[in-house]
């Protein structure tokens, strides 16, 4: 398995695991937010799990596959931190339009978001540093 590969694999468990967080009993919820910082619904679930399968599938079809995986799913995630981060509401959970700009400490933005800027950027950098893997 390549790194290509192993990195998409990588975020598969992660995604994944985004997605059982409102499942598992030994997670933290305070006042219906996961750590006390997201609140994640359905929709924040079923986006995770979509993300996940998409990452398998990746995986299963090998290398290319999953650099594709890295660097689209890497530029949304990026943009939508990146959005959360300035208005406080992303739009991968339509929270831009539900929620419109929040005015939230900027603190509490930077944890927020913190995953999708992080997932995003690593996942456009292994696409980008990697793409030798690909060929």
Avoid: C, E
């Amino acid at each position: 398995m390549n790194r290509l590969r192993l990195t998409a694999f990588v975020y598969f468990a992660i995604l994944l695991f985004a997605a059982s967080l409102n499942y598992l009993p030994f997670i933290p919820v305070v006042d219906g937010k996961t750590f006390g910082i997201f609140a994640l619904d359905i929709y924040d679930d079923g986006l995770h799990l979509a993300s996940a399968i998409w990452a398998g599938l990746a995986v299963w079809f090998g290398a290319r596959a999953s650099r594709f995986f890295l660097m689209y799913f890497g530029l949304v995630y990026f943009g939508d931190g990146l959005l959360g981060l300035i208005t406080g509401s992303g739009y991968l959970d339509l929270g831009i339009i539900n929620y419109g700009i929040q005015d939230l400490p900027f603190g509490f933005k930077i944890m927020a978001n913190l995953p999708h800027l992080g997932l995003g950027s690593v996942a456009v950098l292994t696409a980008f540093l990697f793409r030798a893997d690909a060929k």
